[in-house]
């Protein structure tokens, strides 16, 4: 879903929602927004490639890798499981 529109911002959101439950195994209290703020940045971070071919998109997704994981990290740890 990278890079493509999935037509409604709101259904990308759940879809990330739904993937980071996954992903985690547990729902946490705050998953919807670290959805927004992914689908968010998953949006952001096209916009450059489109006028600088030299943007380096793969390390910017490395970087917001280590965030979401240190993320889902420190709420797990904040919520004892």
Do not use: W
Not at 20 to 47: D, H, K, R, W
């Amino acid at each position: 879903m990278v890079g493509k529109h999935c037509g409604s911002a709101t259904l990308c959101v759940m879809i990330a929602g739904a993937t980071i439950q996954v992903v985690v195994g547990t729902p946490l209290s705050n998953g919807s927004e670290m959805s927004a703020f992914l689908y968010a940045c998953f949006e952001g971070l096209v916009l450059p490639t489109l006028v600088d071919p030299d943007f380096d998109l793969e390390g910017a997704y490395r970087v917001l890798d280590q965030i979401a994981k240190q993320f889902v990290q420190s709420q797990l740890t904040s919520e004892g499981k």
